[in-house]
């Protein structure tokens, strides 16, 4: 199953066009969705065909969408998913979920799991009720396999139309702008436009499902209304460049009418949030906006933030963190330093400051407030991870190469995590394992050409039987994307 999507990446690659970024992922989706689409059995989905499908998937995801690798986002998401599938029956599927740095209003779910929330929703939600009721509602669409079954019933269809709806329906009410219109458009000339898009009775029972497991976590239904009135107030502004059929979550209005006679008429005992719970969220919601959304708007908020409220730790911390990200170091530590004085014990602040001591290349002063980070909050993995960046800055690799491979059990996913070790294992003239991890990052960018050399250079270093056994299975999957090109 793994040629044809390969072969569609590598043809995408190939076709490198001066487009906006929009396109650029329109075209990954369809990719995708190509691929996929070429890899329907003849009879129904399996679990394991689902699984299949949701790896590959993830793997162009992860290569052409920016996964926000914030350990502090996203262990907070998976918690708060976690929390909520607690509630559901058993379930076949190891669910994982995921942000993706994008402005735009939207979350989706994948089959077998995968669910996708974009920076934009978070940055417009106010508290955590308003995303367990978007988490609730993507894995009610898993759970109810709603896309699997589409994508079953969906054979006798032109795979080119599957391509563009599918493409649409992964692209998001607001997401794909005029470009992927237009791009989508050819694809749907056949007219079978809506075939894989949730249906208004899939966003119902979804939403039925969802509210059902998200009371039974503890939360009642009006985060998810409140969201939702927000989506449907951004849809307001340009909206009629996208069709409803390529909406993600099409007949927000409907959705909305159902849910508050839902609520209207269920009394629900929603446990209210702690003053740790409420602080979480927020910390989370501060860092988003700050090191993921637009960064002049981001400055412009927490500069208004700070003119109401000139002490409140998180407004300081936020501004903080933009104007470090804007290049404006010496700027951001006064408003680091202050966010201490109301808690000269929180890790998160201290690691703040640390970070920014090592942009500006203070690594004493930034080793200083890491080092408190840490005794604070010994496992707090940003804190560590630049703590590795400074023992490699300062040539103490033996230590850089334990922080990082630590990390890396813990975050697999990080692949920022590779990059380093790599350069890590490189200053101390490891050369196999440099030339090891430097190829599994960028194979998971899916670079395979720099892959390839990499893993190449790695077996002429030499390394150990078990490294060199997963060389050569990344090797051979190297092999089949040649092959299928060539095909």
Known sequence: MLNPLYEVVMEAKFLKLKQNIRSIRFKCILCIALSLLVAVPANSLT??????????????????????????????????????LASYPPQPFQYRFFVIKDDTYNAFATPAGN????????????DEAELAGILAHEIAHVYCRHISKKIERSKKINIATLAGVAAGLFLGAAGGGAAAQAATMGALAAGQTAELAYSRENEIQADQIGLEYLNQAGYGGEGLMDILNKIRS??????????????????????IAYIDTILSGRKVDVKPLTAEEKYRFKLVHTRVVALYSDQDVALRQFKGELQDKPSDPLANYGYGLTLARSGDTRQAVPYLKKTLEANAFNSQY??????VYFQAGNYADALDALNSAISI???????????????LETEKFAAAQVTFEGLLRRYPDVNELNYYLGITYGKMGKLGMAHYNLGVFHFKKLDF?????????????????GIQAQIDQAISELDKVEKGKKG
């Open 377 to 391: 909050q010994p496992d707090n993995p940003e804190s560590l991870f630049f703590l590795g960046r400074i023992q």
């Open 47 to 84: 679990i394991k065909e689902e699984e299949e499908m949701a790896r590959e998937f993830l793997k162009v995801v992860q290569a052409y969408f920016p996964i926000v690798e914030d350990p502090t986002i996203s262990a907070y998401v998976d918690n708060l998913g976690r929390k909520i």
């Open 449 to 465: 050409k720099k892959a390839r050399v990499q893993f190449q250079k790695a077996l002429e270093s030499g390394v150990e039987p």
């Open 350 to 355: 201290l690691t703040a400051l640390g970070r």
């Open 115 to 126: 669910v996708f929330v974009n920076t934009g929703l978070i940055a417009a939600m106010e």
């Open 234 to 255: 951004k849809q307001w502004y340009g909206s009629e460049i996208i069709p409803k059929y390529m909406m993600t979550h099409p007949a927000v209005e409907d959705r």
